[in-house]
């Protein structure tokens, strides 16, 4: 499993996850959990435009980290066999990396490898970066639906000047922390409450209304602050997963890079599987 967090501020954007990778068996029993996956990129070096995952870790025998590389090379014009791929990097909106990506995760390879699966797996991710003539950062979900299948559509997340916080994954604990109640509340409401199926909306929109955090991003935060906001989100669900029953399938290193508007994308915490020193 997973938590992914994305931040959006007035300065630019914040990435973070951890890099728990979970293995199941056929009835969904834990096997084993790594924590050294890859779950945060840089879609196109040089350039403000970043990714990040939650759900399944591979399609096929290849990674998420490895497919997500490959259309990196789509991207940057250096894979001859898909020239047509590649960015301007003078000239590009978000709208359509987001897009491309879709195409090549979802209709291209979980489309096609998945199909037939009665139960496919959830993936998804965040793509996140600055169009070449953006002021403010944008965000879009390219993510499997609840009920199952590939990606039909990109979604926007905080469009224009909106601000705000986005989290998935394993969502309990930040949904807690942040929203003031648990995922399951609106199951609690119907099966032992007896609220009505068409009133819950409501009753959840009043009870968040009144419990949310108030002022958690703010616009005019610096980077800095949208860097610890998130760092901190990412330990919290670590920490409340290793305390809880069960395995403690959210874990290992934080990664967390920044995307602004000058700067671009840059690491703010990574892990390597090479000693610096011998590979600078």
């Not at 399609?59 to 047509?84: C, F, N, P, W, Y």
């Not at 990109?154 to 994954?169: K, L």
Request: hydrophobic share 40%; charged share 20%.
């Amino acid at each position: 499993m997973t938590v992914a967090v994305s931040l959006k501020i007035d300065d630019g954007l914040v990435l973070a996850a951890d890099s728990a990778s979970t293995l199941t068996n056929q009835n969904s029993e834990v096997v084993n959990v790594y924590n050294n996956a890859n779950k945060v990129f840089n879609l196109v070096k040089g350039l403000p435009i970043g990714a990040l995952t939650w759900g399944a870790g591979s399609i096929g025998r290849a990674s998420i980290s490895t497919l997500v590389k490959d259309l990196r090379r789509r991207l940057d014009g250096t894979d001859q066999a898909h020239h047509e791929w590649k960015i301007d990097p003078d000239n590009y909106q978000m709208v359509d990396v987001a897009e491309r990506f879709r195409q090549y995760v979802f209709d291209d390879l979980y489309g096609t490898h998945f199909k037939g699966w009665k139960n496919p797996p959830v993936l998804g991710f965040m793509v996140a970066g600055y169009s070449s003539d953006g002021q403010f950062g944008e965000q879009f979900f390219v993510s499997s639906p609840p009920e199952g299948g590939p990606c039909k559509a990109i979604q926007s997340v905080n469009p224009g000047d909106e601000v705000g916080i986005s989290w998935s994954g394993q969502p309990e604990a930040i949904s807690r922390l942040v929203e003031g109640v648990s995922p399951m509340l609106a199951t609690v409401l119907q099966k032992n409450l007896g609220v009505p199926v068409a009133e819950i909306p409501t009753a959840m929109a009043v009870i968040k209304g009144q419990l949310t955090a108030s002022g958690i991003v703010q616009p005019a935060m610096p980077i800095q602050d949208a860097i610890d906001l998130a760092r901190f989100l990412v330990d919290l669900t670590i920490n409340y997963v290793r305390f809880c029953n069960g395995a403690q399938t959210v874990g290992g290193p934080v990664e967390v890079a920044a995307i602004t508007k000058h700067e671009g994308f840059r690491w703010v915490q990574r892990k390597y599987y090479f000693d610096t020193g011998i590979n600078p």
